[in-house]
C-alpha cells in the first residue's frame, strides 16, 4: 500500500511540474511580444506558485499548483525613437521575460518531473517484484 502512495505523491508532483513547464514555455514563446499600439504593455511574464495539500486518504502532503501569477517587475525600456510602439518620448516597452531565468526555471521544472517518474518507475519495480515472489 505504502507503494502505491508514493507513486500517487510523485504523480502529483510530476502534474505540478508540467504545469510550470507549460509557464516557462508561454514565457518563452511571449518574449518578443509587444504591445498593440504605442503605449500599451508588452507580454509580461508569468509565475507559478505551489503549495501543499493534505490527502486524508493518503495520509500524504501531496503538491498542487496554488497560483499562475504575473511577474510585476518593471518593464525593460529600449530608447528606439523610430520604432511603431515607441511612446511620446521614443521609448519601447519590452516584454520582461529573461530568457536565463526561463532556462533555468525548465531545467529546474525538468529534473522534478524525472526524479519523480524514476520514483514511480521503481516503485512499480517493488510492487512486480513483490508478486514475481508471492507466486
Known amino acids: 500500500m505504502e507503494l502505491i502512495n508514493a507513486i500517487k505523491i510523485s504523480a502529483s508532483g510530476m502534474k505540478a511540474q508540467g504545469t510550470r513547464l507549460r509557464v ?5 514563446a511571449n518574449a518578443d511580444s509587444m504591445g498593440n499600439k504605442p503605449g500599451d504593455d508588452p507580454y509580461r ?6 503549495q501543499d495539500q493534505l490527502d486524508r486518504t493518503l495520509n500524504a ?6 497560483k ?5 517587475s518593471d518593464f525593460d525600456l529600449s530608447y528606439e525613437p523610430y520604432h511603431p510602439l515607441a511612446d511620446e518620448n521614443g521609448y ?3 516584454p520582461n521575460v529573461n530568457s536565463l531565468i526561463e532556462l533555468t526555471d525548465m531545467k529546474e521544472a525538468q529534473r522534478g518531473y524525472e526524479a519523480n517518474l524514476s520514483v514511480i518507475d521503481s ?3 517493488m510492487i512486480q517484484r513483490t508478486i514475481e515472489l508471492l507466486r
Open 24 to 28: 516557462v514555455a508561454e514565457n518563452v
Open 123 to 125: 516503485s512499480k519495480a
Open 45 to 50: 511574464r508569468k509565475t507559478i506558485t505551489f
Open 61 to 66: 502532503d501531496l503538491v498542487s499548483v496554488k
Open 68 to 72: 499562475i501569477g504575473r511577474d510585476m
Open 92 to 94: 519601447v516597452k519590452k
